[in-house]
């Protein structure tokens, strides 16, 4: 019974900050890679971020590169995803996943959440 919940999401305006939380259930959080992503309207759904089990290694999409910072919380069986500077382009529902860890970032199971809604808006 893997479950992930995500939340956090919001309207903020161009250039504000989110942080998105992922909460894990059904298995033990700090043996699997997880990663962030995110569909806008009409768009296919891509990796945002994510974030190693083994060392901690973080890996981001080129377009969040340097806005974008994920983390983890074992104990808490918490991940994070701060964002920062964030532009209209970002808007999108935000999911998580357990990462496949492979040269991109990608879902190991295709199975989803809700999500949460990020709306970055003037």
């Known amino acids: 019974q893997v479950h992930l919940v995500e939340s956090g999401g919001g309207l903020v305006q161009p250039g504000g900050s989110l942080r998105l939380s992922c909460a894990a259930s059904?298995?033990?959080?700090?043996?699997?890679?997880i990663g962030w992503f995110r569909q806008a309207p009409g768009k296919e759904r891509e990796g945002v971020s994510c974030i190693s089990s083994s060392d901690g290694a973080t890996f981001y999409a080129y377009s969040v590169k340097g806005r974008f910072t994920i983390s983890r919380d074992n104990a808490k069986k918490t991940v994070y995803l701060q964002m920062n500077s964030l532009k209209p382009d970002d808007t999108a529902v935000y999911y998580c996943n357990i990462d496949r860890m492979g040269t991109q970032i990608g879902p190991l199971y295709d199975a989803w959440g809700q999500g949460t809604q990020v709306t970055v808006s003037s």
């Open positions: 059904g298995f033990t959080l700090d043996g699997y890679a």
